[in-house]
């Protein structure tokens, strides 16, 4: 009885438990677990045996892959540090190209999301492009997560949803205020999202609708852009909290109109003692309400403000649900901002000292001390990678704002751009691959 029941379950809802763990696939953690079980592998064998366990846990279809496959993708992360060292390129491809006949989407986005952690973008990257062919070919959706999907991955190749088969026949299975549906409004020049007009909405439409807005990254450059990021009608930073970090008269510039948090970094903010805050902030934008009032609370308790010395910022939400028109993965804070200001109709928005992570610096203070991030770097962004942010994803809607004209940015962000998404993950592999890698766990086979 019991053993009917297993196979009822693993039948009709493996799927549906995949789903409700996360909507778009990730991981999360599980990609940690069994990296550090390869890591800890004194040999060949276990690694591929822990491989094998690590892929059943999340109903991977392991009893129809060849182990010669599996053991293709442990071996490559633990020696394809050189191009032309053990294991080609050209071996692991052959074996994405089995992978794609044997696994469903989902089962390909978990191995996607594998290999990442170790480091084989290029790689990854194959299986990813299988896993959204595949999604796109599905004839038949039994849910609105399942139409989500289909949709976000039509917009990747088409992001122009609007005249798209596809979106016509499934949109109104989503209802009325769909953030599909919102894309492709503010996606329109000229448009201007009045839907829930607040106050709040009116002063900060005020605020960016017609001007040239500019956003400015956390990347470290030795470009001379103060002047001109200065000069904008609107210029957002990111996590902007005190005078000096990240800005000067040289390189990036003073003016801060909008600085817009991420909820790691709102909590950073409440727990520091000597806040220095920037007197030329109008606008703190957050995620939800919850990162709001924190934010409002800490403001609150700043003695400038306090005082009356400093008139207290405005603050808002930003864009909800936005991470819905993802494939896989969540937006990082780049998309969600253009997103976000795309509803009130900026005239322009140019980006600056933003290359998605192909340089490593930060500036100065950017990063809480508390994330250990100039020690660990490279293995972070792994993580990051594999669980919450699919640099595939944050390119591609990228990519197609800036082919569509609807954002502009500097050389280093163009160039980035034009080296398209296949030149983007090699570039990325090169800077990362190798602390991914798992150093000598083949060194009785080499």
């Not at 060949?44 to 279809?61: C, P, S, T």
Request: hydrophobic residues 35%.
């Amino acid at each position: 009885m019991i053993s009917l029941i297993k196979k009822i379950y693993f039948k009709y809802f493996r799927e549906k438990r995949f789903r409700k763990k996360s909507k778009h696939y990730f991981i999360k953690d599980d990609v940690i677990d069994y990296y550090n079980s390869i890591e800890s592998s004194s040999s060949y064998q276990n690694a591929v045996r822990n491989l094998l366990l690590e892929l059943d846990k999340r109903e991977i279809k392991t009893d129809s892959l060849d182990r010669s496959i599996l053991s293709t993708i442990v071996i490559a992360g633990s020696k394809l540090n050189n191009e032309d060292k053990v294991i080609s390129k050209g071996l692991l491809k052959h074996c994405v190209k089995k992978l794609r006949l044997k696994l469903e989407p989902w089962e390909l986005i978990h191995l996607y999301m594998l290999v990442l952690r170790l480091g084989l973008f290029s790689v990854g990257l194959e299986l990813r492009k299988s896993a959204v062919e595949k999604y796109l070919q599905k004839s038949t959706f039994s849910s609105k997560l399942d139409i989500q999907l289909l949709l976000s991955a039509k917009m990747e190749s088409s992001p122009r949803l609007i005249n798209s088969q596809i979106f016509t026949t499934n949109i109104k299975t989503l209802g009325k205020n769909n953030i599909f549906l919102k894309y492709q409004a503010i996606c329109k020049p000229g448009h201007i999202d009045n839907t829930g007009i607040s106050n709040s909405r009116k002063d900060f439409r005020g605020l960016i609708e017609k001007k040239n807005v500019v956003i400015v990254g956390p990347a470290e450059t030795n470009n001379c852009d103060a002047s001109t990021i200065d000069s904008a009608d609107v210029v957002i930073r990111m996590n902007y909290k005190k005078n000096g970090v990240g800005t000067d008269s040289k390189f990036k510039g003073l003016k801060c109109d909008v600085t817009y948090f991420s909820n790691a970094q709102v909590l950073d903010f409440v727990k520091m003692n000597n806040c220095d805050w920037p007197s030329c902030i109008d606008w703190v934008v957050v995620s939800d309400k919850k990162y709001l009032q924190l934010m409002n609370d800490k403001l609150n308790s700043l003695p400038v403000f306090k005082s009356g010395k400093l008139r207290k910022p405005n603050l808002r939400l930003r864009l909800n649900n936005v991470n819905e028109l993802a494939f896989n993965t969540n937006y990082t804070a780049l998309p969600k901002i253009i997103l976000d200001i795309l509803q009130f109709n900026p005239r322009t928005i140019k980006i600056y000292h933003s290359d998605l992570m192909l340089t490593i610096n930060r500036v100065k203070g950017y990063v809480p001390k508390s994330w250990e991030w100039e020690n660990n770097m490279k293995k972070t962004f792994l993580d990051i990678c594999s669980r919450l942010h699919d640099p595939a994803t944050q390119y591609i809607i990228l990519q197609n704002f800036w082919k569509l004209g609807i954002i502009d940015g500097d050389q280093g962000f163009s160039n980035v751009m034009n080296m398209g998404l296949e030149g983007y993950m090699q570039n990325l592999e090169k800077i990362y691959g190798n602390a991914g890698r798992i150093s000598s766990l083949f060194e009785e086979h080499s």
